[in-house]
């Protein structure tokens, strides 16, 4: 990634997530929202499934909105949802932030 990438990545985080590491708001804007989600979504475990109420749970750690939240991890690709079931998927389906202008 490059300075400049990595600099509004890190202007993003700062601007939407207080010092507890707690999500002020979901942000508006596409590119914005996808550093929150790809954030987040990284704290999850490789190859686990999560039931609705431990994605709900994890996802209410950082903010009270959890049903918006996982319907955006569903929406950008960085979850699966099966049978009630979430599991991460790799990083190389994900929508990429990067690539938007």
Known sequence: MT???ENYQESVMKAFFNKE???KSIPSQKKK???VLECLVRQLE???SYSEAEINE???TYHEDFCTIRREF???RYMDREGGFY???DESLWVK???LK
Do not use: A, M, S
């Open 46 to 48: 490789e190859n686990t």
């Open 21 to 23: 590491g707690k999500l």
């Open 3 to 5: 300075t400049e990438l």
């Open 97 to 99: 932030w990067q690539e």
């Open 74 to 76: 569903i929406l950008n």
């Open 58 to 60: 994890f996802i209410k």
């Open 87 to 89: 599991t991460k998927r």
């Open 33 to 35: 929202k996808l550093i």
